[in-house]
T-cell receptor, first 109, second 119 residues
Framework: TQLLEQSPQFLSIQEGENLTVYCNSSSVFSSLQWYRQEPGEGPVLLVT?????EVKKLKRLTFQFGDARKDSSLHITAAQPGDTGLYLCAGGGNNDMRFGAGTRLTVKP | GAGVSQSPSNKVTEKGKDVELRCDPISGHTALYWYRQSLGQGLEFLIY????????KSGLPSDRFSAERTGGSVSTLTIQRTQQEDSAVYLC?????????????????FGEGSRLTVL
């Protein structure tokens, strides 16, 4: 059973489209992190959110932490082929970090 | 090196053999994690070390799996009597733990992983 549920599992879109991916849990987290992983590499941190209701923007990426600190979303505006990768959310609790199964995004030129 | 280093990068072994995977974390990072990633899947938590505390072994899938962290630095993940279902990429990450209200917020820095293939 996944502590963190991510959806959709797969997403294939055209360059220029917008998209949102979700990370949901029944547990409350003190923080949530989003990572991006490219083939053959380890995941790389994109953002950490710590406050319920927090919104963080990173260029074309917008991250939101739910008010109850149980869920988060990642919105990408005008997706580009370089955004292709596996997007993982990770939740901190009890001093360890657990990951969701990820959303595999493909952006076609 | 400045990053997390893992070795070997690739390991092919026969079913039933033992394997050891090594992780050199970033110097000064107190936390060290092992994850397993099967083809096309997300990260499965295996084990977590934090300073001198007892490790969190709750993710180890069977007693064939074990891990040590010597001197608070290098870690070795050992898989005994390997099975074909053990084939995966084993990722190590290290972190400086920054706790807020009891939870970690430190960034995890990952190595490139060790790809294990059990024939």
């Amino acid at each position: 059973t996944q502590l963190l549920e991510q959806s959709p599992q797969f997403l294939s879109i055209q360059e220029g489209e917008n998209l949102t991916v979700y990370c949901n849990s029944s547990s409350v987290f003190s923080s949530l992190q989003w990572y991006r992983q490219e083939p053959g590499e380890g995941p790389v941190l994109l953002v950490t959110v710590v406050t319920g209701g927090e919104v963080k923007k990173l260029k074309r990426l917008t991250f939101q932490f739910g008010d109850a600190r149980k869920d988060s979303s990642l919105h990408i505006t005008a997706a580009q082929p370089g955004d292709t990768g596996l997007y993982l959310c990770a939740g901190g609790g009890n001093n360890d970090m657990r990951f969701g199964a990820g959303t595999r995004l493909t952006v076609k030129p | 090196g400045a990053g997390v280093s893992q070795s070997p990068s690739n390991k092919v072994t026969e079913k039933g053999k033992d394997v050891e995977l090594r992780c050199d974390p970033i110097s000064g990072h107190t936390a060290l994690y092992w994850y397993r990633q099967s083809l096309g899947q997300g990260l499965e938590f295996l084990i977590y070390f934090q300073g001198n505390s007892a490790p969190d072994k709750s993710g180890l899938p069977s007693d064939r799996f074990s891990a040590e962290r010597t001197g608070g630095s290098v870690s070795t993940l050992t898989i005994q009597r390997t099975q074909q279902e053990d084939s995966a990429v084993y990722l190590c990450a290290s972190s400086l733990i920054k706790t807020l209200a009891g939870g970690p917020t430190g960034e995890l820095f990952f190595g490139e992983g060790s790809r294990l293939t059990v024939l």
